[in-house]
């Protein structure tokens, strides 16, 4: 498992190492040897849900406030 940040994933992806789904706001950037394109289905362009995973002893008081921002959204 690596930790990667957006641009990483990007320029890997660049330098022919793959492929990665982004969210909507990064295609707004020019990366050399990347393209942006949307995903579609059938009925045309698509969601994508995320997912979240984190250690269950992670005391990151920021962990909480995003947590406690989710709730609030429902």
Request: include cysteine; aromatic fraction near 6%.
């Amino acid at each position: 498992m690596r930790q990667l940040s957006r641009e990483s994933i990007l320029s890997e992806v660049g330098s022919g190492q793959g492929i990665g789904l982004q969210c909507e706001g990064a295609s707004g950037g020019a990366v050399q040897g990347v393209v942006f394109r949307p995903v579609h289905d059938g009925n045309g362009g698509i969601r994508l849900g995320y997912i979240a995973c984190w250690r269950p002893d992670n005391t990151n008081p920021v962990l909480k406030n995003f947590f406690d921002m989710l709730r609030c959204a429902d």
